[in-house]
């Protein structure tokens, strides 16, 4: 993808874009009856020291369930903040939110494989079908010690060979997979397979707190969920939406957690 020197190392993706929703992305095509609707939220750094964790999760929570017809939510990564005892206290918070809902690992996440499975129910790669027709895949993108790393090409593989006559594959990976971001990293080889495929709608990240637009590589749209937890990142904590019609459309939208504003928005 040739990109203009100034995108390079880009880690305010949208920031005028929040204060002008809409500005630079024109009007969205929402789809007249939704099939699909889920949420995504990203790096609520639970037991952060000096942030108040507790209130950024419960906040989040109540917007979550002002919306209509949520499916599930993910939560792309950086679930807690480094210490693992708080790995079995965030999934009583989300617990409470009796939605369903899938946890991305991320690089704060600083436990072993074996014991994200034994919390979690499922491993750190995983993937799964939801009402027949989407494909679903999370991928690790860190390891106990917080190194930032490539996806495992060989599980993304299956899965995407698994899933390939679904109509819609959407894949979580916390750390972005290209250099674009100030904390990406440069993985060509798992842009190039995800370019294979042609039924890979979107491809959502966390981890660039400050990001929370769009970028896309081969004409895939890579999206960005801000943040709604921890101390830094864009002023305007919010969460994703991603809603296929029954027409095929798929959009998604950032909402502000104080206001449900929507603050950007695309049609992929």
Request: proline content about 5%.
């Amino acid at each position: 993808m040739k990109r203009r020197p100034f995108l390079q190392k880009l880690s305010i993706i949208t920031s005028m874009s929040t204060l002008m929703p809409f500005l630079n992305y024109g009007k969205m095509d929402f789809p007249e009856k939704i099939k699909l609707k889920f949420v995504v939220a990203s790096d609520g750094h639970y037991g952060q020291p000096n942030t108040d964790y507790e209130a950024n999760h419960r906040d989040l929570i109540q917007a979550i369930l002002k919306e209509n017809e949520v499916d599930f939510v993910v939560f792309n990564g950086d679930l807690i903040h480094d210490d693992p005892k708080w790995m079995s206290d965030v999934k009583k918070v989300y617990d409470s939110m009796q939605l369903p809902y899938y946890p991305v690992k991320g690089n704060h996440d600083r436990i072993s494989e074996e014991s994200w499975k034994n919390i979690w129910g499922i491993p750190a790669d995983h993937r799964f079908v939801w009402k027949e027709h989407y494909g679903m895949i999370m991928a690790n993108s860190s390891n106990e010690a917080g190194e930032y790393l490539c996806a495992d090409l060989e599980f993304l593989k299956d899965s995407f060979e698994a899933f390939r006559n679904l109509p819609y594959v959407f894949l979580f990976i916390h750390i972005s997979q290209n250099d674009w971001t100030l904390h990406g990293i440069s993985c060509e080889p798992v842009l190039g397979l995800i370019a294979e495929y042609p039924n890979v709608r979107a491809v959502f990240h966390g981890h660039d707190h400050d990001v929370d637009g769009i970028m896309r590589n081969r004409k895939k749209p890579y999206l960005w969920s801000g943040h709604f937890g921890g101390s830094w990142g864009s002023p305007h904590p919010g969460f994703r939406v991603c809603e296929v019609g029954q027409d095929g459309k798929v959009v998604t939208y950032l909402k502000a957690i104080k206001d449900g504003m929507i603050l950007n928005g695309h049609t992929i």
